[in-house]
C-alpha cells in the first residue's frame, strides 16, 4: 500500500446502501479515505442478497455485486432500533469527516441524524445525501432505483428499436456512472472548501438530476427543433454506416461506426471496394443516411465471412472505428486491460481469489489502490470501536449483550 494517497486522514461515516452511494465511497475509499460502512443484520444491504454469487452459492459474504462496491472499507454491525447506536454514531461523527447516505428522505431524520443535526455534533461536517429526486420539491419522498431512474431520465424511452418496446439498458446506469461521479467531484470540492474556510456544508445529490446531466442530446433537440427524439437502435442521428454487424462465429458481432468520407474510403478499400458501393445511394453521408437499411445488409454481408477480432484489428489499423462486442469473459482476458493493470485480484475471507476493478484514472503522484478485499458484514465493528471510539472490550460486550451492536 501506497504511503502517496490524498484523502488519508478522512474519515467517512457511511451510511449508504446498493447502489450509487457505495459507488461513491468506493472513489473515495481507493484513494485513501477510511470508509466506515453501518450495516445491520436486521436489515441487509440488498446487495448482499443479489447475485452472481461465488461458485454459485447463495451468501450474504457471497456477492461478486456487493463485492465490488465495497472493497478498502471497513464494516461495522450497529443495530439502529436500539436507542444506545445514536450515542455510537455520535461518536463516529465527531471522529469523522463526511458523512453520506442514499436512503429516501426522512430516515435520517428520523434518527435524528439529519443535516442540522449532525452539522451540531460536528461544525465542520460535510454531510451527503442521495435521494432519488432530491431533497426539495413534490417528489422528494419518492423511493427509487436504477431501473425507475433510468426510466424517469429518458434513458428507457431511447432504448430499443423505433418498432419496438422500450427495453432498457440492461444495468442500473445512473447507479454506476453519473451519481457517483457527480457526488465524488462534489465531495471533492467541498473538502477543499473545507481546508480553505475551515466549514463544513451541505450536499444534496438528486440521482435523476445526475443522470439527466449526461444526457443532453434529444432535451437540446426538443428545445431547439420541438422533435421528440426515438428510439434508434444502434444507429446515430449524423452517422452512417453506424451499428452492430454479426461476424463468424456463435453469438460474435462487431460494432463499426465511420464518420466521414475518408473514413467511408478506407472502410471501402478493407471491404475490397465492391461494385455496390459505386452507386449513387451510398456517395455521401447524407445518402448512407437515407439508405441504412440497405446499407447494413451489404454490411453485413461482408462482415459475416470475417472472424470479430481479426477485424477489429483491420479497421482500426487503417483508421476505422472498430470494437468487437465482448462478453464478461473477453473482458477478464482482454490483453489490453491486463497490460494497464485494470484488473485486481483480492483474496476475500470467504469467496477467496475475487477479481475487481481497479481505478480508470490512473494519478502519477497520488495512485488510486485496492488492498483490500469487502468485508464481512460487522468484520471491523470491534476495531472501530476500540481503535476510532476508544471503547474498551467490557465496554464493546456491553453493547453486543444489550443488542446494540452485532
Known sequence: MSSKRPLEGIRVCDFSWVGAGPSTTRLLAEFGAD?????SKSRLDLLRLIGPYKDGIPGIERSGYFSNRNPNKRSIDINMKSPQARDLVVKLIQESDIVINNFTMGVMEKWNLGYEDCKAI???????TMPTQGSTGPHKNYMGFGITMNALV???YLTGYPDKVPFGMGTNYPDHVPNPVHTGVAIAAALYHRRKTGQGQYIDVSQTEAALAVLPTAIMDYAANGKVQDRMGNRNLNVAPHGVYATKGVRRWIAIAVYNQSEWEAFLNEMGNPEWAKSEKFSSMTNRLANQDELDQLIEEWTRKHEAYLLMDRLAKV??????????????????????GFWAYLNHKEMRRNAYNVSPAHLSKTPAELYSPAPLLGEHTDQVLKEVLGLSEAEIAKLRADNVIG
Open 35 to 39: 470508509v466506515i460502512r453501518l450495516e
Open 122 to 128: 460536528k461544525s465542520n461536517i460535510i454531510y451527503v
Open 154 to 156: 429518458g434513458v428507457h
Open 319 to 340: 483508421g476505422v472505428r472498430a470494437g468487437v462486442l465482448q462478453n464478461s469473459k473477453d473482458l477478464l482476458e482482454d490483453p489490453n486491460l491486463n497490460e494497464r
